[in-house]
């Protein structure tokens, strides 16, 4: 039988430190046993391992003699021969002054005693803990280690790290951790397995990789108590809300820059068991300056003027609104334009989901974690370190509770402005925006003029914005009555959505929402950053939190703070397919019993001049924002979303934005209303049963009808 090649490079590892056969095989076996021949843990800096076992062995052998002698002839006088504590001179070799490896990377090492007891049965195994400056090992109230996946990965721990090396740490960790990684406990999560700090980082006043903590649901820090910052423990407020902040004056009302704030959470635990506290303290950078202006392909607040040029760009108030289009989601694959990490998936199903991979998910679980693969570890270790949806990328944090189970949000990217996928064409080239397409002579905040800008003047000849930042009141009621309207719509001689179904049968236009329309100023303008017709554009401001609902609509989107009417909320992002992309994922990933909502950018598609290859639409089950959580409400919503125009006159792609369509208090879950057709059997998918509770419900009205006329026979 050939030899097995990871013997024969161990042998020969062991060679170059003069090491014989001989004496690695015996330890090696020994190893190999003890580790459940995880060979990975074996060549890990380069058979550290093994070397120290084999020096370990060594010394009790070289010690035992002694022993005996000592044992035999009576006490003997250790200072008298210092020798005998010297370790061999191969170890030495292998360390440095500071008695550091030196050939590995500057971990420290602890050496191996082949002979370690294995933790009694529900006990916390030592190395599953971590220790923090102050020494308190951060346990999960006694239950299970917070941060399994070193044990998983039979690495030591930052406390077995900063021990001298005399001991080694038989695998009773990973005892620990393969049950942990059964556990659906929210906290017990080892796919998210941060990378090995050399020891040179491993300071006095080691704080525990926050990466490595899933903060329990409900203990997740419950903003809803509070009127700041979502997520803020200790109360900071990290961005002042533009409604809290008005200026009688009328003058730039929103702040320059965002108040940076570490965020600390405090998780309750304790090294017994109980309730002692465990600091946590990543730092989440909360501020960020306005992105934008940003780069051509990176689509949000990116706008396509019209394909015939910058100045004849026919822009009318009202004009043909979007809507969603129910459409199943799409896994990962190369064409997706996703990132896909199996294992974190297949841990994320396991541990935090609690769903098998392919189980039909329940219709409203957008929230399975089964979902498709998007979620990098990075991600997963982003959001749960700082609770922080958004990973940074908005300016405000974005939080999650879940005060119900288990669960955790799905996986996504989460990305603050739209990115196209692949083919669809969003063209926002400045030579296309003409004069009278925006305000280049205006200065400072164009709002306060009395007379209305360029850009108003493609909002139907006024601002749409107040000076405070909401939405007219006048506006804001037309848009409403407009989208409530059955009459409002217009309906294309060929409808680009039928077209890309591409069945052969192509079904008449199902007609597209008119709507009034909002232009913005922009880069080519001459205001500021700060003017008042410039709101979608800066993105969320206010304090939003991700939380599961009670009533069975999986996840939802609420208010931390008092909204004024007219408020914006929140644009929809995702990618930007065209509807042949959007049906390719379609047809690629068929009802596999989750909804995502695409949403169509139909404005012109009535107009003729969009080809049917060309018309575009939002898709966000594998990037979006916060707004993928939105839950629908029949008819009376809260949120309005209305079509915005940033960077070009044209209403081929333009951003989709929510604006309150009435006050909304802290707490309130935020809905907008879908547009579905409850009736419409020709979906893409099985539609959810709405459980809206509006008592405007259509999807209510259809089951008394069905009622109804099964009664009446
Ligand atoms: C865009 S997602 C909204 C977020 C979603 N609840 C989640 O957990 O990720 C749309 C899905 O949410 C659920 N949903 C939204 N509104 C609902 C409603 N009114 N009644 C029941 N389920 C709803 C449905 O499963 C729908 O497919």
Not at 302 to 331: D, F
Not at 361 to 388: G, K
Not at 610 to 624: E, H, M, P, R, T
Not at 635 to 655: M, Q
């Amino acid at each position: 039988m050939a030899p097995n090649p990871k013997v024969v490079a161990a042998f020969r590892a062991m060679s170059c430190l003069g090491i014989e056969e001989h004496k690695v095989k015996p330890v090696l076996k020994k190893l190999l046993k003890l580790y459940d021949k995880n060979w990975e843990l074996i060549e890990e800096e380069n058979y550290r391992a093994l070397a120290d076992a084999i020096f370990d062995e060594d010394d009790n052998q070289a010690l035992e003699p002694e022993q005996e002698k000592k044992n035999k002839v009576g006490e003997v006088d250790e200072e008298a021969h210092p020798e005998e504590r010297v370790r061999p001179l191969k170890r030495l070799k292998l360390r440095g002054q500071d008695g550091r490896l030196l050939n590995s990377g500057g971990s420290s090492t602890a050496a191996f005693a082949l002979k370690t007891p294995k933790p009694e049965p529900g006990t916390v195994p030592e190395s599953s803990s971590r220790l923090l400056s102050n020494g308190n090992a951060v346990v999960d109230k006694g239950k299970k280690p917070l941060s399994p996946e070193e044990p998983l990965r039979g690495r030591r721990s930052i406390s077995d790290r900063a021990q001298p090396a005399v001991t080694f740490r038989e695998p009773a960790v990973e005892q620990g951790a393969s049950s942990l990684s059964k556990s659906k406990t929210p906290h017990a999560y080892p796919f998210i397995t941060p990378k090995d700090e050399p020891v040179d980082e491993v300071e006095d006043d080691y704080t525990i990789p926050l990466s490595v903590i899933l903060p329990e649901p409900s203990s997740v820090p419950d903003s809803s108590t509070k009127n700041d910052t979502a997520g803020d423990q200790d109360g900071n407020n990290t961005v002042a809300s533009p409604y809290r902040n008005e200026n009688v004056e009328g003058e730039d009302i929103f702040p320059s820059s965002y108040e940076e704030v570490p965020f600390n959470a405090e998780l309750a635990s304790s090294s017994t068991g109980e309730e002692a506290s465990v600091k946590i303290m990543p730092i989440v950078v909360l501020s960020k300056e306005s992105e934008a202006n940003g780069t051509l392909i990176d689509g949000g607040n990116k706008y396509s003027s019209a394909a015939n040029g910058s100045i004849s760009v026919k822009s009318s108030p009202a004009s043909v609104a979007p809507r969603v289009l129910v459409s199943p989601p799409c896994p990962s694959g190369p064409d997706d334009a996703v990132l896909v990490t199996k294992d974190v998936m297949n841990d994320l199903s396991e541990n935090g989901g609690g769903k098998e991979s392919g189980e039909p998910m329940p219709q409203n679980s957008c929230n399975v974690m089964n979902a498709p693969n998007h979620h990098t570890i990075d991600d997963t270790r982003a959001v749960c370190a700082t609770n922080d949806l958004t990973k940074g990328e908005e300016k405000v944090k974005i939080s999650w509770v879940n005060d119900s189970n288990n669960d955790i949000p799905p996986p996504f990217h989460y990305i603050p402005r739209n990115l196209v996928f692949r083919d669809a064409y969003v063209n926002m080239s400045l030579s296309r925006i003409g004069s009278e397409d925006c305000c280049s002579t205006c200065m400072g905040n164009c709002v306060l003029s009395s007379k209305p800008c360029s850009c108003a003047n493609k909002t139907g000849g006024d601002f749409a914005y107040t000076a405070q930042g909401v939405l007219k009141e006048a506006f804001l009621e037309e848009c409403i009555a407009i989208s409530r309207d059955p009459q409002n719509h217009s309906y294309c001689t060929e409808c680009p959505l039928e077209i890309s179904k591409n069945d052969g049968c192509l079904e008449p236009c199902k007609g597209h929402l008119k709507r009034k329309f909002i232009k913005e100023c922009w880069s080519k303008c001459g205001c500021g950053k700060y003017c008042g017709n410039r709101i979608v554009q800066r993105g969320i401001t206010c304090n939003l939190q991700v939380f599961l609902t009670s009533n069975g609509k999986g996840w939802g989107l609420r208010t931390l703070e008092d909204l004024p009417k007219g408020a914006f909320v929140c644009e929809f992002v995702g990618e930007i397919l065209t509807v042949e992309e959007l049906h390719e994922r379609n047809l690629k990933y068929p009802k596999n019993g989750k909804h995502t909502f695409p949403i169509l950018l139909e404005a012109e598609w009535d107009s003729g001049v969009v080809k049917d290859n060309q018309a575009l639409c939002l898709y966000a089950a594998s990037y979006g924002n916060a707004a993928r959580f939105i839950n629908h409400r029949c008819l009376d919503a809260n949120l309005i979303e209305i079509p915005v125009e940033v960077e070009g006159p044209s209403h081929h792609y333009y951003h989709f934005a929510f604006f309150t369509s009435r006050k909304i208090a802290a707490q309130e879950e935020l809905t907008w209303d879908y547009g579905i057709d409850f009736d419409d059997d020709d979906q893409s998918v099985e539609l959810f049963r709405c459980k809206c509770g509006s008592k405007f419900c259509r999807n209510m009205k259809r089951s008394n009808r069905s009622i109804r006329s099964s009664v009446t026979g």
